[in-house]
């Protein structure tokens, strides 16, 4: 559905993105995550034809954005971090004007997009009225008027209350299993990306320096935390099970030994245990593995 | 084409529903008042009965709404005619670069050549309509203060002296306007290049501004008579001798036709600096 091939840009001789390449199947929801100044941005524009890539390509739905925009574009939405509007204009005023550029909609299709994203009191009222969140609605709204296949969501949330937030990953979980739509999205919030992302590619200074699924990059094996005075006595006495002792307590132990052998031979070697837990690694512990 | 239609009306619907698109307007009312008033004043009223009456004419019979509609143009139009309409061309790209607008427009499946096509339109159909506002304002004004009457021209710059009835006076004011109008849309042209430009709005508008005033300057050093047809503003005024009796088309249609070729030249380099740009927050 959508192929980022090598996409290389530079801004006044720095390097924005340097060689990215990942694929979106369809129906997938796919995190892009960074710091600040990774290239999220410049990726997302890219994709959307706002910047001109270097070298490389972005297709989407087998057009290539920078060649035949209009065709790549067609079921395509996307919000930014801030999402721009005609302040003196009305949502519904804002929604005409950008949803005629594609071609336009039904009044009737206006209608139910304006529900799904809560605006329908607010809709006539002019844009410079509005609060942040509900701004985050109509630019949601916007990028579901042409009914897309695929949307882009760049920091949908950046600014919401927790109940804003919410909504919004409900949302994008029904149209992803209501309507199949294909989602890009990147934000800093990684809890939500852990809660609604397929796979995630993480840029590091332009690079892209993981893609796919996190949960399955790990090390192998599992990690678990030991809380004992006896730390010196450890790597002795797990000598032959195959475990190692990692910095600050944590225990790496291989898929095949049970952890129940693990604290076995620690007590038979004297080691005075006080607590002992496994250690679950979060998306924000694998993110800043790789690009803290 | 229906697409392209129902998107102009978009994009003129967002510029005419703006407050700032209409300062232009309420401007031009004040100066028609405001000139209207001075020429009212007993010596101003006399100063031009002598210059008519010294060609043997009566001078009642052209101090008239027809004359003074015609000195309103003449002595105001390009000044604030300029600054207005290089204010709307100068926000036209750039007030969307800047606000963010433009970036969701382009998430649109619609062509950069098909965007800038609409703000180009836009932006001229703006420049006509303040032309037009101005000139039959001018008309009404005038007519309500001083009645019909003959027409007096008198244009030293251009060197242009001529009186007409009010009839055929009606007619050279009608297509003085009408080459008016394509005279300043060399103002949004410019005006549009330049807000094309990775610049603030204000300096695409600050930029027609002191090219336009400039090229004026530079037109009337005497020493400069020679270069004349080098200057812009030269060509812009070429609208002024269709009143004269014998109106030089020739020299017109060269005049227009320089302006034509700038204008499409500065459209051309305006689409190829907005087809290259990148559009970042």
């Given at each position: 559905m959508i192929h980022v091939d090598a996409i290389c840009k530079k801004f006044r001789g720095r390097p924005?993105?340097?060689?990215v390449s990942f694929q979106v199947g369809k129906g997938e929801i796919f995190g892009l995550l960074g710091h600040n100044g990774a290239g999220k941005s410049t990726t997302f524009g890219i994709a959307l034809g706002h910047v001109r890539a270097d070298s490389g390509s972005v297709t989407i739905n087998g057009h290539d954005v920078a060649k035949a925009r209009s065709p790549a574009l067609a079921r395509v939405g996307a919000i930014f971090e801030t999402p721009a509007f005609y302040?003196?204009?009305?949502g519904w005023r804002n929604l005409r004007f950008f949803v005629s550029l594609g071609g336009g909609a039904p009044r009737s299709r206006m209608e139910e997009v304006v529900r799904l994203v809560g605006l329908e009191e607010r809709i006539?009222?002019?844009?410079?009225?509005?609060s942040h969140g509900m701004r985050q609605r109509l630019a949601l709204a916007q990028a579901l008027l042409p009914d897309p296949e695929v949307v882009l969501l760049d920091?949908?949330?950046?600014?919401?209350d927790p109940e804003g937030i919410h909504e919004i990953r409900r949302l994008i979980q029904k149209l992803r299993a209501e309507h199949g739509m294909t989602v890009i999205l990147s934000s800093h919030l990684l809890h939500e990306v852990e809660q609604l992302c397929d796979r995630v590619a993480i840029l590091h200074r332009g690079s892209l320096v993981f893609c796919g699924r996190w949960q399955d990059a790990g090390p192998g094996g599992s990690r678990w935390k030991i809380d004992t005075p006896?730390?010196?006595k450890c790597p002795a006495a797990l000598q032959g099970l195959g475990a190692t002792v990692l910095d600050g307590g944590t225990l790496s132990l291989p898929e095949s030994l049970d952890p129940s052998t693990v604290v076995a031979a620690l007590v038979a070697a004297g080691v005075r245990i006080r607590g002992f837990r496994k250690q679950v690694c979060t998306l924000e512990d694998f993110y800043l593995e790789r690009a803290g | 084409m229906r697409l392209f239609l129902a998107q102009f009306r978009g994009e003129l619907f967002k510029l005419f529903a703006?407050?700032?698109?209409?300062i232009g307007f309420g401007a031009f009312l004040g100066v028609e008042m405001l000139m209207l008033f001075l020429l009212n004043l007993e010596r101003v009223r006399q100063g031009i009965a002598r210059v008519i009456e010294a060609a043997g004419y009566p001078a009642e019979a052209y101090l008239s709404g027809l004359t003074l509609a015609f000195l309103i143009l003449l002595s105001s139009v390009f000044l604030l005619g300029s600054l207005y309409l290089a204010l709307v061309a100068g926000d036209v790209v750039g007030k969307e670069v800047e606000d963010g607008t433009l970036r969701m427009m382009l998430c649109?499946?619609?062509s950069r050549t098909r965007i800038l096509a609409l703000k180009l339109g836009a932006v001229l159909v703006y420049s006509l309509v303040l032309t037009w506002f101005v000139a039959s304002t001018a008309l009404v004004v005038g007519l309500l203060h001083s009645g019909a009457g003959g027409l007096f021209v008198f244009a030293p710059m251009e060197k242009v002296f001529a009186l007409y009835d009010f009839g055929p006076g009606l007619v050279r004011y009608t297509l003085g306007v009408v080459f008016l109008s394509l005279s300043l849309l060399t103002i949004p042209a410019i005006g549009f290049f330049l807000s094309c430009l990775d610049m603030k709005p204000a300096a695409a508008a600050i930029g027609t501004l002191s090219f336009l005033f400039m090229d004026s300057i530079l037109r009337n050093v005497p020493f400069f008579e020679s270069l004349k047809?080098?200057?812009?503003t030269s060509h812009m005024s070429?609208?002024?001798?269709?009143?004269?009796?014998?109106?030089?088309w020739e020299r017109m249609a060269e005049d227009y036709a320089w302006l034509l070729a700038l204008n499409a030249t500065l459209v051309v380099l305006a689409h190829a600096v907005f087809q290259q740009r990148d559009f970042k927050a």
């Open positions: 924005a993105v340097a060689d302040d003196y204009l009305s006539h009222d002019a844009v410079r009225t509005y920091e949908p949330t950046e600014g919401l006896d730390l010196e | 703006r407050k700032r698109t209409y649109r499946p619609v047809p080098w200057f812009v070429a609208w002024v001798r269709i009143f004269e009796y014998q109106i030089p």
